[in-house]
């Protein structure tokens, strides 16, 4: 199965700042790449699907000028937090799925974000 | 609208003890996953039922797919520490291969 590598684990910023997540397909080529947010003991809410060489697809309700998505290559897609606030604090996490539905969608090991 | 609704919430139990954990829905899919997932980890996939009435065996964990494929169970016999974690349900609806909706998830606690 695919292997997939996030990066950072964790990371704290101060409020108005900008981080950068990365999201490598480290042995597929993954041309569609889909990011996730979750709360504490909450379920997984898609934020928006990466498309290789074009525009994200973003979900009802999330702010596509605060979450910017890169998916430049067929490796790797990045999710940029503009300037960050303490709401925004919380555990990103992409996926590649598989080529069928059947193998599954494979998942980063997650980022958490801190805004201070 | 959170499409797949979990059951329970939470469960917290003592080793050895027997579960059931549910996943319900009003809308058809055509397949189910369940996934794990532990603390500070992204969720990892344990098995996939494509037809309505399946039942899939992993070790101690029994999975069911609703005869009208719009509910799916999990049982997990003998449980043990190791199964402590958040399991997620995942459909995927009719119409193609498209993204799947996840369930509000189950944290499970086993005590040793």
């Known amino acids: 199965g695919a292997v997939v590598s996030q990066h950072p684990s964790w990371v704290i910023c101060k409020s108005g700042t900008s981080v950068k997540i990365e999201c490598r397909s480290l042995d597929f080529q993954a041309t569609t790449m889909f990011w996730y947010r979750q709360f504490p003991k909450q379920s997984l809410m898609l934020m928006a699907t990466s498309n290789e060489g074009s525009k994200a697809t973003y979900e009802q309700g999330v702010e596509k000028d605060k979450f910017l998505i890169n998916h430049a290559s067929l490796t790797l897609s990045t999710l940029t937090v503009t300037s960050a606030h303490p709401e925004d604090s919380s555990f990103y996490i992409c996926?590649?799925?598989?080529?069928?539905?059947?193998?599954?969608?494979?998942f980063g090991s997650g980022t958490r974000l801190t805004v201070v | 609208t959170q499409l797949l609704e979990q059951s329970p919430q939470f469960l917290s139990i003592q080793e050895g003890e027997n579960l059931t954990v549910y996943c319900n829905s009003s809308s058809v899919f055509s397949s189910l996953q369940w996934y794990r997932q532990e603390p500070g980890e992204g969720p990892v996939l344990l098995v996939t039922v494509v037809t309505g009435g399946e039942v899939k065996k992993l070790k101690r964990l029994t999975f069911q797919f609703g005869d009208a494929r719009k509910d799916s169970s999990l049982h997990i016999t003998a449980a043990q520490p190791g199964d402590t974690g958040l399991y997620l349900c995942?459909?995927?609806?009719?119409?193609?291969?498209?993204?799947?909706?996840f369930g509000t998830g189950t944290k499970l606690q086993v005590i040793p």
């Open positions: 995942a459909g995927l609806r009719y119409g193609g291969y498209q993204k799947v909706t």
């Open positions: 996926s590649v799925r598989g080529v069928q539905f059947e193998d599954g969608y494979t």
